[in-house]
């Protein structure tokens, strides 16, 4: 019992790796606004790029992408220290190497979830995407370096963050069921992949109806309107 309560804690710090709310942080620092009623109202880097600018963008961007990271690396380290622990009976019929894969799999959707549904901002969040990115170059540097540059070709096309942000999930998934990779981490980007393509529904219908910002725009729409 001791072993699977400690298993469920070390699920809550990766979601606690998560859940830390990089962009609300640097809008109430910086500027001493709640971004989330500002722009698109979400915490991720590209809001915070039409709010605050480049720089802060930048910076909320690395720390979530090392947020996922975190959680990923908290993962291997946690479950094999308590595997050793002499005061925790680990159970017989699942070893080390059998649990570690699923314990990392379930890590990742619980850093994702905390990005996207932070406890801190009463369960609101981001996008997720970032964040999947630092799971992704945590677990299979591979799948995530190849997600990474399927984001920048097509943001170099498109200039829209979600249409890159949701091609990168789509290769992701592809890439980690084209490579040999263990099953966990198959379901945990086929199931985190879908999860940051549905935090995009909105996204989505602004795509369909022809309406999605192009980077850049918005911040130049909303000088526009504040000076209006």
């Given amino acids: ?16 790796f998560g859940s ?23 915490t991720g880097a590209t809001n915070v790029l039409r709010t605050l600018g480049k720089w802060p963008a930048l910076a909320v961007l ?24 002499p005061s925790v009976t680990p159970p017989t019929t699942v070893d080390l190497q059998t649990l570690l894969p699923w314990a990392v799999c379930l890590a990742g959707l619980a850093a994702l979830l905390g990005h996207g549904r932070s406890i801190w901002l009463n369960f609101t969040g981001g996008k997720s995407a970032a964040t999947g990115l630092g799971v992704l170059l945590a677990m299979s540097w591979p799948v995530g ?14 200039r829209i963050v979600s ?19 263990p ?7 086929v199931a985190g992949g879908l999860y940051v ?5 909105a996204n989505i219908q602004r795509l369909l109806a022809g309406t999605e910002p192009r980077l850049g725009s918005g911040r130049r729409e909303s000088n526009a309107t504040s000076q209006t």
């Fill in 145 to 158: 370096l190849g997600a990474a540059l399927v984001f920048g070709v097509v943001l170099a096309i498109s």
């Fill in 62 to 85: 690395l720390v979530d992408v090392l947020k996922g990271a975190a959680a990923i690396a908290f993962a291997r380290w946690f479950y094999p220290w308590l595997y050793a622990l």
């Fill in 1 to 16: 019992m001791v072993f699977w309560i400690a298993s469920v804690a070390g699920l809550a710090a990766a979601y606690l």
């Fill in 197 to 201: 393509i549905a935090r995009h529904r």
């Fill in 20 to 42: 830390t709310p990089t962009g609300y942080l640097a809008g109430k620092l910086l500027k001493g606004i709640d971004i989330r009623q500002h722009g698109s109202r979400s």
């Fill in 163 to 181: 249409l890159s942000s949701m091609s990168a999930a789509f290769a992701a998934i592809a890439l980690v069921c084209a490579f040999e990779q």
């Fill in 183 to 189: 099953l966990p981490y198959r379901l945990l980007v």
